[in-house]
């Protein structure tokens, strides 16, 4: 395993209470594997996958654990924290404009992973910038290495984020929604320039996403977060085709119905997904779930074993259907 | 660092032995003067002000000096013997005076002085205004002939400058106005060395000077020009300076009776806040409103804002001046009964005036407030506008004020009539209310052709009285003068008929 | 582009300065005074009043002479000074490297202090490090100018005789030649490091006087713009790329809060400008702030009204290199003519 999270919490303080965000979540991400997980906004998806590279907010206290290549990440001082951030964990997000620095030419930012880890000297650093954007496929990669961030395409941007998170050669990649603002075709295309990364430098990836689209491309196991803790959890393939959670049930039919992968495909679930600190009692899903029994509404549901999947649910979908079926 | 350090090092050394420079070291035989301004001028035909006069006073000199002890008693200086006789004065003059630039000064000198400073007419040329024409009759002699005889002419000469006659005709397509403006040639005990605009002027001592220097004397001094008043007092109890002028009373009086430092007293014209009424506007043109005023005037509460080192005046000539009539006049006092009374008789009860005070001169705003008060007593309201001082005298003159706040000068160490010229005759510059009084303009023009002095303090007292009784002026106190003077030096005196100034070559180091 | 662009600011630079020129010129005529009475001084005659101020056209109809005036203007003639009794440039050319060197030794020490306390306050925003720095640079600015630097005189000078009462240089010693006009230059040209320290040390305490009274308001624009650069997305990408919390503070916040810094401070500049003249008076620092207040004094119109071109002037360049310098800064901002 490559990391394991064992009992990780998280939650801010806010007017004297303690709000949990994730609330003891537990899982294991092996080399090699692309590990999605998904979950609705507030979900506590994207603290969760910051956590694992020690950038949760300085203001949240957490709890648990997670070892990383058997190191323990949560508590570490961020002066060793940083040395493994580039060179270990490479990370990417969602809005490539805003997460690039606007004032220095794409190449300087890639060439700082190096020069500021004393990988590279400037020179060396900056060929390498180069070759990284080449690597990403970007054409011209010279011309872009000497552009500022507004002044190529989104899709571009996204690319050079990716080249500035692999520069310093990690093996782990943390991509937290990265597809999310681009367009179908650009993001398709962003999902097997992963993938064919991926297999060129075998990577692990966790892959952080809303998407049920994205999913569906390239993951290898699934974590499906809800409200801060796990729904389900296991192979991508048992859990896209069977979906034993409701929730899970529910993303999927909701991803079938939307034809645009656009922000409303989760909010296809009947109501909103709750807000920190207005958790409900028993299974935090219960208000929305078209299953829900009284024992939902009181007891929270153990994570157990079903099939090949773990999932927290006390009415699960026993008679696993086929997708079709279930979309009918 | 280091290489930053050892580039400087190499650019400073390479500098070091290009230029040759050294800050001069501080010695005690350089006298730091703190001066509250900076001369518009040097030139010793339009100075006016006292930090003009302090560069002026040194570097020149005067056909005759007086007694500061006694102004009415006159000393040799340029010229060493004088007489009149009528309307013609001659002065012989000292022999072997050079001026600075080491040419001989001779009567040709003098000519050529008073000929450019009448025809320039600024300054202190009123002080000598009455005279006709001046006559070189040898190197050694000259005459001048007054318009009427005048038995003051030597006693004001005292005040005027002498300048080179070879200097005039070099600069005499202006009267050599630019050039006398910032450069200064003269015989006296100072040499103009630099004027650092903003900062100082720079005199050296000279010595070959025909007067005699104490022991000690200082052979540099800095004019230093330093506007306010609270450095000015700061750097002198501090050590920068080693005198200052203008130095706020209360300051003055703490640091001059500390320890380091002890004070020197004396009668001064700086600052005598006389408040001048508007003869020509309702409701100051009302002479009883007037006497109104002057009976309600709170006298005391001007002395104690001097800490009682003031006088209350009784006319327009201070009684320490040559032949003052002050001690036979009566003694001004406040007298509400008498105020009420006269504004009774004037039917102006109720009225409303307004008050133009300089801007700057807390003694000023202090006698304009005083009045306010006083006048209130009686029912009177005194509106007060602090005004730069252009523009408070123009406000008075154009009638759009009824009173102005103003000190009485005369430059004149002995010639009493100077007091009323600008302040009393007709066209005076700072007859600022335009008194007018045909028997006080003739007994003016009368006076200096007297030559009885018993005479002369009769008719002296004549005109006071025609002053006093009009009520055209508040004299509200007459504050002494005091100035800290560092124990380490020695030699300051006050000069009375001056404003507050410094006679450097009489200053010592102990 | 950018010469169009220089083209339109420059004229519009000088439509406000014509502005600026002929309003103070009707203002300072607006006050019933009379500068020729102060030339002549004291007991002068009214003859000779009138005569000077036949010879310094103060006689002539008023908008005969705004059109002396502006003539003189267009040809670069900034008139005389009836006080100084010389050119107006000519004393310009005196003073103005006095201000200039106090006003860029206090701009470059206001920008470091604002700066630095910034950083240490945006560190973390309602901290106790940034409550005291609030505290204490509010503190600064409420007081008034004339008193801080009565003050600081008072401690400095007159109970710890560590640095002088006021002026450029030591009373006592002769300042090195007048090269550049700016001393801690003057001093160096004439190899002299004991003349530099000693202009530095009389540099001190106005700057000091000028910096204290500015940095509540630096430091709060400074700071607001250093925690909004924080919040940046870029600020995250560069800590995901593992770098220290220094480097992220020099490398890319403050880049990026550069222009809105620029910009605010900018406007202080202009406040400097401003307060130049009260310090420069305490101080007496011999420049066109003393200038000014000595000119005002007795009513000398032509200075007064060149300072305010002058300063006005100043004020337009400092704007017209803020534009120029913000592409550079920012690369978004293309081309500031667009």
């Known amino acids: 395993m490559i990391l394991s999270v064992r009992d990780f919490a998280i939650g801010f303080q806010r007017e004297g209470q303690n709000l949990v965000a994730v609330d003891g979540i537990s899982f294991d991400v092996a080399e090699g594997e692309t590990f999605v997980i998904i979950g609705e906004s507030g979900s506590g998806k994207s603290l969760t996958g910051m956590s694992i590279a020690g950038l949760q907010p300085p203001t949240a206290f957490v709890s648990g654990s997670i070892r990383f290549k058997d190191r323990e990440m949560l508590k570490r001082p961020d002066a060793e924290l940083r040395k493994l951030r580039g060179p270990e964990i490479g990370l990417i997000y969602q809005d490539p404009l805003s997460s690039l620095n606007p004032v220095w030419p794409v190449g300087d930012q890639i060439a700082e992973t190096l020069t500021a880890h004393g990988l590279a000297s400037r020179a060396e650093a900056r060929k390498r910038a180069v070759e990284m954007l080449e690597r990403v496929r970007i054409p011209d990669p010279r011309r872009v290495a000497s552009a500022y961030p507004h002044e190529i395409s989104g899709g571009m941007r996204q690319r050079a984020m990716i080249a500035m998170a692999l520069a310093a050669g990690p093996s782990l990649l943390i991509a937290d929604e990265p597809t999310t603002a681009l367009d179908v075709t650009i993001k398709a295309q962003m999902l097997e320039l992963l993938a064919e990364l991926k297999r060129e430098l075998s990577l692990t990836i966790i892959l952080i996403t809303h998407d049920m689209g994205v999913v569906a491309e390239v993951a290898d196991r699934i974590l499906v977060l809800y409200a801060g803790r796990i729904a389900e959890v296991g192979p991508a393939d048992a859990i896209m085709l069977q979906p034993s959670h409701p929730y899970t049930a529910a993303l999927m039919t909701s991803a079938m119905i939307s034809q645009t992968p656009a922000k409303q495909d989760l909010n296809a679930i009947v109501g909103g997904a709750p807000g920190l600190g207005a958790f409900p009692a028993g299974c935090r899903f219960h208000p929305r779930c078209p299953r829900a029994q009284d024992d939902c509404k009181v007891i929270e549901p153990p994570r157990r074993k079903f099939g090949s999947v773990e999932l927290a649910c006390h009415h699960p979908i026993e008679a696993a259907m086929p997708l079709e079926t279930a979309r009918s | 660092m280091k290489l930053r350090n050892g580039i400087l090092g190499l650019a400073l050394g390479l500098l070091m032995g290009g230029v040759s420079y050294s800050a001069f070291a501080d010695d005690a035989s350089t006298f730091v003067y703190a001066d509250a301004g900076e001369p518009s001028t040097i030139d010793p035909a339009k100075a006016n002000v006292n930090w003009e006069f302090t560069v002026t006073r040194n570097i020149y000199d005067r056909l005759v000096d007086f007694d500061l002890d006694d102004p009415s008693k006159l000393l040799p200086a340029l010229a060493t013997e004088w007489k009149q006789d009528g309307k013609v004065w001659t002065f012989k003059l000292r022999d072997g005076v050079t001026f600075h630039d080491g040419t001989a000064f001779d009567a040709n000198d003098v000519k050529a002085t008073l000929d450019r400073l009448l025809k320039i007419g600024q300054g202190q040329s009123y002080l000598v205004d009455d005279i006709a024409s001046v006559t070189v009759v040898d190197p050694k002699t000259v005459k001048i002939e007054t318009k009427a005889p005048t038995v003051f002419l030597a006693s004001n000469l005292s005040r005027i400058e002498m300048l080179s006659d070879e200097d005039i005709a070099k600069h005499k397509d202006d009267l050599g106005q630019a050039w006398f403006n910032e450069n200064a040639n003269g015989t006296g005990p100072y040499e103009f060395v630099s004027w650092t605009r903003g900062t100082q002027i720079e005199l050296k001592r000279n010595d070959k000077w025909w007067g005699k220097f104490p022991e000690k004397p200082f052979d540099r001094v800095l004019d230093r020009f330093v506007t306010d008043g609270a450095n000015r007092a700061r750097g002198l109890e501090g050590g920068e300076f080693d005198l200052a002028n203008f130095v706020p009373l209360d300051e003055a009086l703490r640091i001059g009776t500390s320890s380091g430092f002890h004070l020197v007293e004396g009668n001064n014209l700086w600052a005598w806040p006389a408040i001048y009424l508007n003869m020509d506007l309702a409701p100051t043109n009302n002479k009883d409103f007037r006497e109104a005023l002057v009976k309600a005037f709170d006298y005391n509460a001007m002395v104690q804002s001097f800490q009682g080192k003031a006088e209350v005046g009784r006319g327009p000539v201070p009684s320490w001046f040559p032949g003052s009539p002050e001690k036979e006049e009566v003694e001004i006092k406040t007298d509400l009964d008498g105020a009420k009374a006269a504004l009774a008789k004037s039917g102006l009860a109720n009225a409303k005036m307004k008050c133009s005070v300089p801007a700057g001169f807390p003694e000023f705003r202090f006698a304009a407030t005083v009045l306010q008060s006083s006048a209130q007593q009686l029912g009177v309201t005194v509106e007060i506008e602090e005004q730069p001082f252009v523009e408070a005298i123009t406000a008075i003159k154009s009638d759009r004020s009824n009173c102005f706040v103003l000190g009485n000068a005369n430059l004149s160490p002995s010639d009493a009539t100077k007091f009323f010229s600008a302040h009393y005759l007709k066209g005076g510059f700072y007859n600022s209310g335009k008194f007018f009084d045909q028997t006080l303009q003739d007994l003016v023009a009368k006076l200096p052709t007297i030559s009885d002095a018993a005479e002369r303090g009769k008719l002296l007292k004549q005109a006071a009285d025609i002053v006093v009784n009009s009520h055209y002026i508040i004299w509200t106190a007459r504050p002494k003068t005091v100035v800290p003077e560092p124990d380490r030096i020695g030699g300051y005196r006050i000069d009375p008929a001056e404003y507050i100034n410094a006679r450097f070559w009489e200053m010592y180091s102990k | ?338």
Request: aromatic share 10%; proline share 5%; glycine share 6%.
């Open chain 3, 1 to 338: 582009m950018v010469i169009a662009f220089l083209l339109k600011r420059l004229v519009w630079g000088l439509v406000v300065l014509i502005a600026v020129a002929v309003i103070t010129f009707f203002l300072s005529r607006v006050v019933p005074a009379d500068p020729a009475a102060f030339l002549a001084g004291q007991n002068a005659s009214e003859e000779t009043v009138q005569r000077i101020r036949v010879e310094h056209g103060l006689d002539r109809p008023l908008p005969e002479q705004f059109a002396s005036y502006m003539i003189g203007l267009a040809k670069g003639d900034l008139g005389e000074s009836i006080r100084t009794r010389r050119s107006v440039s000519t004393d310009l050319k005196q003073y103005l490297p006095a201000t200039l060197e106090l006003l860029i030794v206090s701009f470059v020490l206001y920008l470091a202090v604002s700066f630095s306390l910034a950083v240490l306050a945006a560190r973390r925003p309602g901290g106790a490090v940034d409550g005291a720095i609030r505290l204490v640079t509010m503190v600064g600015t409420g007081i008034p100018v004339f008193w801080l630097g009565m003050t600081l005189q008072f401690f400095f000078f007159y109970k710890l005789h560590w640095l002088p009462l006021g002026a450029r240089f030591p009373i006592r010693e002769t300042a090195p030649p007048v090269v550049s006009g700016f001393l801690l230059v003057d001093s160096l040209l004439a190899g002299s490091l004991s003349a530099f320290l000693a202009s530095l040390k009389h540099l001190t305490l106005p700057a000091a006087t000028i910096v204290v009274n500015l940095l509540a308001v630096g430091t709060r624009l400074s700071r607001a713009a250093l925690i909004q650069e924080q919040s940046r997305l870029y600020v995250r990408t560069a800590r995901g790329k593992g770098l220290s919390p220094n480097r992220i503070l020099f490398k890319h916040i403050l880049r990026n809060a550069l222009s809105p810094i620029l910009t605010a401070t900018t406007m202080q500049f202009g406040y400097m400008i401003s307060w130049v003249i009260l310090v420069e008076v305490i101080f007496d620092w011999p420049g066109i702030g003393l200038y000014a207040y000595q000119s005002f004094q007795v009513f000398d119109y032509s200075p007064v009204i060149a300072l305010a071109i002058v300063s006005t002037a100043g004020f337009v360049i400092i704007n017209l290199v803020m534009d120029l310098l913000y592409p550079v800064i920012d690369p978004r901002v293309q081309s500031v003519g667009s």
